[in-house]
């Protein structure tokens, strides 16, 4: 049965996008059929960080409008085939879309995909609003640091009244996602510690993604870091949280850039 | 310098973060209603039951109305039994 995900923080820039083509990409690499739906209506960038920008001809909007089919608007990865993308509108209003309209394409996306993954917009606007509204689970993505873990704060209290979910009186699942880690700076004592953002906000951790270059590399040539940098920190960090999504049971570490350099310098030792 | 910001910088100031958002977080929570009252009775009523009974946990509904003088809670939750299944609604 097909589920449907919203990635969601309330607080903008904390890596929402990232996270949802990172793990679209990465659930899609496991076999499963994935499509990641941009909600941010204006400010779209999902098609960017897929490096399918050039690709978009019809998007959410125009298939909300029935200006264009479903089928028309849906644009098939390149390297990943069971991987697809439903843009945003980069022109129109974001009051455009209807709530029954977008109650309607999900409810069809159910029938064609394994996941359904909603990449929403800062705020808890409208745009927020309807990415959470037919969602049946939610990552909520954190930094660790204190306007981050407010706002994460209000839009759980959100996910827990406001989707459908919710007012059917049926469970929400949330789950945490703590990204642009620093161990280091954790460490000193700098950022929030990880188990206190966990006791604060109190929903099951995802997963940690460190910061890391690797990020923005990926995005600069338009393609998931789970794709393009396979074995670097961030993207083994989201493969683990995508085998956590479909239950897997993973270890939770936190994956370093440095593990292979660590390794063998203390094999270098033992020899 | 004093003393107590001496230690406070050895110690970091993610230690001040966390004890200044618990503060915020409880009041703003009193103040948008308690968020997870109806989640958290999910959790304990299907504990309860699952002690008795196996029960899917996408089988509870628990849902709060809130009215200006009353507010009820419906719970509904879906027993599967041998002959296919009993539903046990509480309202109240
Ligand atoms: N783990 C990371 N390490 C380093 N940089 C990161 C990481 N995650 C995200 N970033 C960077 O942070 C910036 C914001 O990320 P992103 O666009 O995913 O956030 P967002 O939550 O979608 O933002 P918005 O609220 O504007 O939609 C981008 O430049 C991205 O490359
Ligand atoms: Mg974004």
């Known amino acids: ?271 | 310098m004093n003393l107590l910001s001496f230690f406070q910088r050895r110690r970091g100031s993610a230690p001040i973060a966390r004890d200044r958002l618990q503060v915020l977080l409880a009041h703003e929570r009193a103040v948008l209603g308690q968020r997870d009252l109806v989640a958290i009775l999910r959790e304990e009523i299907l504990a309860v039951i699952g002690r008795h009974v196996r029960v899917d946990s996408d089988k509870v509904r628990v849902k709060m109305d809130r009215g200006a003088s009353i507010s009820t809670l419906e719970v509904d939750i879906e027993i599967p039994t041998a002959e296919g299944g009993l539903k046990l609604a509480i309202a109240g």
């Open chain 1, 1 to 271: 049965m097909a589920k449907v995900l919203v990635v969601t923080s309330g607080k903008g820039g904390v890596g929402k996008t990232t996270t949802t083509a990172a793990l679209g990409a990465a659930l899609a690499q496991g076999g499963q059929s994935v499509v990641v739906i941009d909600f941010d209506v204006g400010l779209r960038n999902l098609d960017l960080v897929l490096g399918a920008e050039r690709r978009v001809v019809y998007d959410l909007i125009n298939v909300v409008q029935g200006e264009a089919k479903l089928s028309q608007a849906l644009i098939r990865d390149k390297r990943v085939e069971t991987l697809s993308l439903l843009a945003a509108s980069q022109t129109r209003d974001k009051d455009a879309l209807s709530e029954e309209g977008v109650g309607r394409i999900i409810a069809e996306l159910r029938e064609k995909f394994d996941w359904v993954i909603c990449d929403s917009p800062a705020g808890i606007e409208r745009g927020s609003a309807l990415a959470m509204r037919f969602a049946d689970v939610a990552v909520v993505v954190t930094n660790p640091e204190v306007s981050s873990v407010r706002d994460s704060d209000r839009i759980i209290g959100l996910l827990d009244s406001k989707t459908e979910r919710a007012e059917k009186g049926e469970r929400m699942e949330k789950h945490l996602l703590i990204t642009r880690f620093d161990p280091a700076r954790e460490m000193r004592g700098e950022m929030l510690k990880t188990e206190d953002v966990l006791e604060i906000l109190s929903i099951p951790l995802l997963g940690i993604i460190p910061e890391s270059e690797e990020v923005l590399r990926a995005s600069n040539v338009g393609s998931p870091v789970t794709l393009n940098a396979p074995l670097s920190a961030p993207a083994r960090a989201y493969l683990d949280a995508a085998k956590r999504l479909r239950g897997e049971v993973v270890a939770m570490t936190v994956p370093t850039e440095r593990r292979a350099g660590l390794l063998s310098k203390l094999f270098r030792r033992a020899a």
